[in-house]
């Protein structure tokens, strides 16, 4: 599905991952943790085809294409996903709308007829319900006014309409109420399946007690420093990161 | 989108120049003009030039009664010591009024069905998109096509004769209504007003005339669509619009026009005349002929555009959607004489490459309890200048005026500049006057998002542009916001790389 290796990106000359190695395979949920600035998020943009960074070395492949060269509306076209930490507005631009076009983009590129207006909200009602979401916000402008757990719940949506084969999501749980987490936790739980991956970027443990990772990864300084099951989460919870850190240090 | 700045201003002139995000948004501007191409219908030119002698022979050509030669004639008279306004923030290089040629027909007579239209003609407006034909009997449209200075189909004409509704080319009103002519033409833009109004009326060619009769709502848009074709030769459109008492007319002009590489003066005039209880609604989408991405070419558009509230409750209500010209200078503007009348201005500019535009309005309060509307949205891109003016005067009769003012500016790239003119006179004490105005750019985060969704960069600007503007969309008639939001994606393409 996806294949890291050694991955080096700088931004504006300043290196921000330093050697980057990570495998998922299809069915697989990879949490990833790691204090703040570490390049969590510089690789989630890397992956979807931000601008902004430069890949000095290493290589990604998804579902064996080579995922650096290809345009970022061809990569989402190609299943992949990115629910973002910091979701943007589009003022005046109709939330369903924008959906509608996305998931059309999406089904001509696979050769899918696109859906008129009337399968497409059908589809979107019932994908609503998943992350219980107020049919109200469907009628905004994308994001626009949202609360911060709105756009987070909004992202979710749009995941579950668009389906994706590889989804990264980038501190979703980050300002979410209990409900809601768990809400968002049960849609990433139904969209699960042997064919699709997830990459769950998060800070805290208590939503992989909701999402079960397979796989557990520590990112500090621009590289995994450590790899575990999902007990790794709960150690680091308990201890932080600094005995990771020194353990790092002693090895280099 | 960043960048939110909230003033209120009297008269400020602001030059944003963007300097970040450089990387993504660079002006990539090579979309050619898609609209481009020249009708190759044979045309009747007299010499360059103009004078007296011109202005009679226009008149003569038309077979125009007395009063309106004469009209003409005191109209050139009048230009002869005008001197051309410099105030706008415009730059181009001087029109050289000697060497244009102001009349052009078609050869042929006009014909009386569109069996006898230009076969020539009809594909051209087949490559627009707008089958005539299929015009007629689809959304219950009534085309007035003017091809360079001569009206060449009407259709409809005998169900909108059966109201009492007058729909045709203002020369053909001229002949056969000319006591209404008489009684309105010049009463809201007199051509002594302004150097280019006062030139079109001298040597004004056709346009359209519409008069609906007291208490008829008209039953379908009325539509123009105009083009400019031959080289050399100035436009000089007038129209006329008058809704009697208690009567409502929705009137919509468009234009696209052929590539070419010379300089084309257009000079319009449009008089609108609302009397009691009347409601006018005016909607233009502009798209002719901008020039190359180097700025070479492309039509210079000087346009006069009033509306007069004349009667007590009447309302006159302007939508433009402006994405073509070298140059546009254009202020549609609202004289609200009777009391508790109301005008409304919506405007998109969007302006590309080297285009330069400076419009805007004026909303005149004279009577009481008279309110003004104005939603103004300038987009810039490529290296364009895009300019708000407008003015907001309260008379000291006007009691109980009131004005909003939404004057936004959105910036493309890093090299296009966003300027707001906003003039306030205001002479009566109980007057609620409130402007607004903010800048934003499309950011590359936006962008980006939408990529992040399937979507393409085009695509993408074409939604965040069209959702910036869509207040303004809102108010042109359905099939007309389909056309000006395509517009937009096409104006803008390759704008962001
Ligand atoms: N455009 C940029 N210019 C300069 N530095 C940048 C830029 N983008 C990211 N960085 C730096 O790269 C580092 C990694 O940032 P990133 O956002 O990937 O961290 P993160 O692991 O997602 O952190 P957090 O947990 O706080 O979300 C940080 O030091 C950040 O300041
Ligand atoms: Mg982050």
């Known amino acids: ?252 | 989108m960043i960048d939110k700045t909230n003033k209120t201003a009297s008269n400020n002139d602001e030059n944003i120049a963007m300097s970040d995000e450089q990387q993504t948004i660079q002006n990539i501007t090579d979309q050619d003009y898609k609209y481009g191409f020249v009708t190759d219908i044979e045309m009747e030119e007299f010499p360059k030039g103009l004078d007296e002698n011109i202005v009679r022979m226009i008149s003569a050509k038309k077979n125009e009664p007395e009063f309106m030669t004469e009209w003409r004639l005191k109209a050139y008279r009048h230009w002869r010591k005008q001197k051309e306004p410099k105030w706008p923030k415009l730059e181009y290089s001087e029109v050289d009024y000697e060497n244009l040629y102001y009349y052009a027909a078609p050869k042929k007579d006009g014909p009386k069905s569109l069996d006898e239209v230009d076969p020539e003609l009809l594909k051209t407006f087949d490559k627009l998109g707008v089958p005539l034909e299929e015009r007629e009997l689809l959304a219950g449209v009534a085309v007035d096509a003017v091809i360079d200075s001569v009206s060449v189909a009407t259709t409809f004409k005998g169900k909108l004769g059966e109201l009492g509704i007058i729909f045709c080319p203002i020369s053909e009103a001229i002949r056969e209504h000319p006591e209404l002519v008489k009684k309105y033409l010049g009463t809201v833009v007199p051509y002594t007003d302004n150097f280019y109004a006062t030139l079109n009326s001298a040597v004004f060619s056709d346009g359209s005339f519409v008069y609906i009769p007291p208490g008829v709502r008209c039953p379908m848009e009325l539509s123009s669509y105009f083009r400019i074709n031959a080289s050399k030769t100035g436009q000089f459109e007038r129209t006329l619009i008058v809704a009697d008492k208690g009567s409502y007319v929705s009137y919509l002009e468009g234009c696209t026009a052929p590539m070419r590489d010379e300089n084309q003066l257009h000079a319009a005039v449009v008089e609108l005349i609302a009397l009691d209880d009347a409601e006018i609604k005016y909607s233009t989408v502009q798209n002719w002929y901008a020039g190359n991405k180097e700025g070479v070419g492309g039509i210079f558009n000087f346009v006069t555009k009033r509306g007069l509230c004349g009667g007590k409750n009447s309302k006159i209500s302007w939508t433009q959607v402006e994405t073509g010209s070298a140059i546009t200078w254009k202020y549609p503007s609202c004289i609200l004489k009777g009391d508790n009348s109301v005008g409304e201005f919506y405007s998109v500019a969007l302006t590309n490459n080297y285009q330069q535009a400076d419009t805007g309005t004026k909303m005149i309060h004279q009577g009481r309890n008279t309110r003004s509307l104005i939603i103004s949205k300038g987009i810039s891109a490529g290296k364009s200048n895009n300019a708000y003016r407008g003015l907001v005067k309260v008379n000291s009769k006007a009691e109980n005026a009131r004005n909003y003012s939404q004057c936004d500016s959105l910036l493309i790239g890093d090299q296009s500049g966003a300027h707001t003119y906003p003039y306030l006179e205001v002479e009566n004490p109980t007057a609620q006057v409130e402007h607004e105005a903010t800048t934003s750019k499309v950011s590359e985060d936006q962008i980006f998002y939408l990529n992040q969704r399937g979507i393409s960069t085009e695509d993408a600007v074409g939604m965040i542009v069209s959702g910036y503007a869509r207040e303004v969309f809102q108010q042109l008639p359905m099939e007309f916001a389909v056309e000006a939001q395509a517009l937009m994606s096409v104006s803008l393409e390759g704008s962001v790389g």
């Open chain 1, 1 to 252: 599905m996806l294949s890291i290796k050694n991955l080096q990106v700088s931004v504006e000359g300043k290196p921000i991952l330093k050697g980057l190695n990570l495998e998922v395979n299809p069915g697989e949920i990879h949490a990833i943790m790691g204090p703040n600035g570490s390049g969590k998020s510089t690789l989630a943009h890397v992956l979807s085809g931000r601008e902004g960074y430069s890949v000095d070395a290493g290589s990604a492949q998804y579902k064996g294409l080579d995922l650096l060269e290809m345009a970022p509306e061809i990569r989402a076209r190609e299943g992949m996903f990115l629910a973002f930490q910091y979701p943007i507005e589009i003022p005046g631009v109709n939330n369903t709308s924008f959906l509608k076009k996305a998931l059309n983009e999406i089904r001509k590129h696979r050769g899918e007829e696109e859906l008129d207006a009337i399968d497409f909200l059908s589809l979107i009602k019932k994908q609503m319900k998943l992350v219980e979401m107020k049919e109200e916000l469907l009628k905004r402008p994308v994001n626009q006014g949202f609360s911060g757990g709105e756009k987070k719940r909004n992202e979710i949506l749009q995941m579950a309409v668009l389906n994706p084969t590889l989804a990264i999501l980038d501190e979703t749980d980050s300002g979410l109420d209990i409900d809601a987490l768990r809400i968002v936790a049960g849609g990433v739980n139904k969209l699960r399946s042997p064919n699709n991956s997830f990459v769950v970027i998060t800070h805290y443990q208590r939503l992989l007690d909701y999402i079960v990772p397979d796989f557990v990864h520590v990112l500090s300084n621009g590289q995994i420093i450590k790899s575990g099951t999902k007990e790794l989460a709960l150690e680091l919870e308990e201890r932080g990161y600094d005995w990771l850190l020194e353990e790092a240090e002693s090895k280099a």
